[in-house]
């Protein structure tokens, strides 16, 4: 069990035949563990969920269903889960991912500053691929954000947490009812998101992408605020004003991205790669009329 003061396990630990040695990350569902599984030998990445967030075992069980669906996916560009572990007993959840050598893309922002336009549009397009074969599937990401994406040294980007909810408790269902449900986070949160968080659609995921690569690009978020209040305000109201160091291609395209309507964005992920796809070529990136794109493979992003 993880301490009760630091809700930290300790180096040497065993979970659910894993042994820790030790955090390397951690965030509002939980810690995240570089760990052994003994049974392969294998190195893996574990999460383990902090057990508060699932004192109600009705949707803890709905949490694990939830988890399952994201397992089944097999991306290049989406962490693999390698195991989903879970104790209602005890209200513990674990997921083993595949362990990857790199940072997050929050990281290497905050050691750079920002990141060359070719290497922000390269990670954008991996990322925009992940989604768009989430979409196909009918699940939303709902907390894409530069800490979600980790980057490997030779920039090959993986996109975390697809699957992940929170739970918050529902007044209109009335006393004693909870849903599943994710706010993403605020900054990155598309305006539908944040007034109504069962509003995320795929549209949601592209503006938080597009807000993504805004902070790749420029260092900082599209929008700011003082509070909560004003940042969400902002994000809901005020037009996107891009910093003039912005490159005029990626402008378009972050404008168009960062839309407040879902249905004057890209529709989905595999817009987004047809949008990078004109913008490599150099033809225009917003189509006159919008268009759902059909399922096709393409080629990656190329740096020049």
């Given at each position: 069990?993880?301490?009760?003061?630091?809700?930290?396990?300790?180096?040497?630990?065993?979970?659910?035949?894993?042994?820790?040695?030790?955090?390397?990350?951690?965030g509002g569902m939980g810690v995240v563990y570089d760990a052994v599984q003994l049974s392969l030998d294998r190195r893996v990445a574990l999460k383990v969920l902090h057990p508060a967030k699932f004192r109600d075992p009705q949707i803890f069980q709905e949490f694990?269903?939830?988890?399952?669906?994201?397992?089944?996916?097999?991306?290049?560009?989406?962490?693999?889960?390698?195991?989903?572990?879970?104790?209602?007993?005890?209200?513990?959840?674990?997921?083993?991912?595949?362990?990857?050598?790199?940072?997050?893309?929050?990281?290497?922002?905050?050691?750079?500053?920002?990141?060359?336009?070719?290497?922000?549009?390269?990670?954008?397009?991996?990322?925009?691929?992940?989604?768009?074969?989430?979409?196909?599937?009918?699940?939303?990401?709902?907390?894409?954000?530069?800490?979600?994406?980790?980057?490997?040294?030779?920039?090959?980007?993986?996109?975390?947490?697809?699957?992940?909810?929170?739970?918050?408790?529902?007044?209109?269902?009335?006393?004693?009812?909870?849903?599943?449900?994710?706010?993403?986070?605020?900054?990155?949160?598309?305006?539908?998101?944040?007034?109504?968080?069962?509003?995320?659609?795929?549209?949601?995921?592209?503006?938080?992408?597009?807000?993504?690569?805004?902070?790749?690009?420029?260092?900082?978020?599209?929008?700011?605020?003082?509070?909560?209040?004003?940042?969400?305000?902002?994000?809901?109201?005020?037009?996107?004003?891009?910093?003039?160091?912005?490159?005029?291609?990626?402008?378009?395209?972050?404008?168009?991205?960062?839309?407040?309507?879902?249905?004057?964005?890209?529709?989905?992920?595999?817009?987004?790669?047809?949008?990078?796809?004109?913008?490599?070529?150099?033809?225009?990136?917003?189509?006159?009329?919008?268009?759902?794109?059909?399922?096709?493979?393409?080629?990656?992003?190329?740096?020049?």
């Amino acid at each position: 069990m993880p301490d009760r003061d630091t809700d930290v396990l300790a180096k040497g630990s065993e979970l659910f035949g894993y042994r820790i040695a030790g955090p390397i990350g951690r965030g509002g569902m939980g810690v995240v563990y570089d760990a052994v599984q003994l049974s392969l030998d294998r190195r893996v990445a574990l999460k383990v969920l902090h057990p508060a967030k699932f004192r109600d075992p009705q949707i803890f069980q709905e949490f694990v269903r939830e988890a399952r669906t994201a397992a089944a996916l097999n991306h290049p560009h989406l962490v693999t889960i390698h195991g989903i572990h879970h104790d209602v007993q005890r209200c513990l959840a674990a997921f083993a991912m595949e362990h990857i050598a790199g940072s997050t893309a929050q990281r290497l922002v905050r050691e750079q500053g920002t990141l060359p336009r070719e290497a922000a549009l390269h990670l954008t397009y991996q990322i925009a691929s992940a989604l768009g074969y989430a979409h196909q599937r009918g699940l939303v990401h709902r907390d894409v954000k530069p800490d979600n994406i980790l980057v490997t040294p030779d920039l090959t980007a993986k996109l975390l947490d697809l699957g992940l909810v929170h739970h918050r408790h529902d007044s209109a269902g009335g006393a004693g009812r909870n849903r599943l449900i994710i706010v993403g986070t605020p900054g990155y949160a598309a305006p539908e998101q944040l007034r109504d968080p069962s509003q995320a659609v795929p549209a949601s995921d592209v503006w938080s992408l597009g807000a993504t690569l805004c902070h790749l690009l420029t260092g900082r978020m599209p929008f700011d605020g003082t509070t909560f209040i004003d940042l969400v305000a902002a994000v809901v109201a005020d037009p996107v004003e891009l910093p003039a160091s912005v490159p005029t291609d990626c402008g378009l395209l972050l404008e168009w991205m960062l839309e407040k309507d879902p249905d004057d964005r890209p529709a989905n992920g595999d817009a987004v790669v047809a949008a990078l796809d004109a913008l490599a070529a150099g033809r225009p990136v917003r189509p006159t009329t919008r268009t759902r794109v059909p399922v096709r493979n393409r080629r990656p992003f190329r740096r020049r």
